[in-house]
């Protein structure tokens, strides 16, 4: 819970921009832990945790989910594998897989 009343302040008149953002519940989760270790390993020594501290894990969260977006996918193409193997009778066949594989 938050002791300083001056940072309770501060997150309660931002909780309208907070609320917009398009996260779930996992990852509020996450960003509130990244913020409270930001606030508990700054520089100037533990402090109570900030709107900074949860702007800062916010910022980070939606450029990893950025990068992530279908518009910036990874190339990536599926690819057919054929394996041949020996079954227990001595019969060779052959069997065709589908991977992903990273295109050049």
Do not use: C
């Amino acid at each position: 819970m938050i002791k300083d009343r001056e940072a309770q302040d501060e997150l309660e008149e931002k909780i309208d921009y907070l609320k917009k953002l398009p996260l779930n519940g996992r990852q509020i989760r996450n960003i509130v832990n990244i913020a409270q270790t930001l606030a508990a390993g700054s520089p100037e020594g533990a402090s109570a945790l900030r709107f900074k501290h949860i702007q800062q894990a916010v910022d980070e969260t939606l450029a990893f989910n950025n990068f992530f977006s279908k518009n910036n996918k990874p190339n990536v193409r599926k690819s057919r594998v054929r394996t041949n193997f020996v079954n227990d009778s001595g019969v060779t066949s052959s069997r065709v897989n589908d991977e992903d594989s990273e295109a050049d």
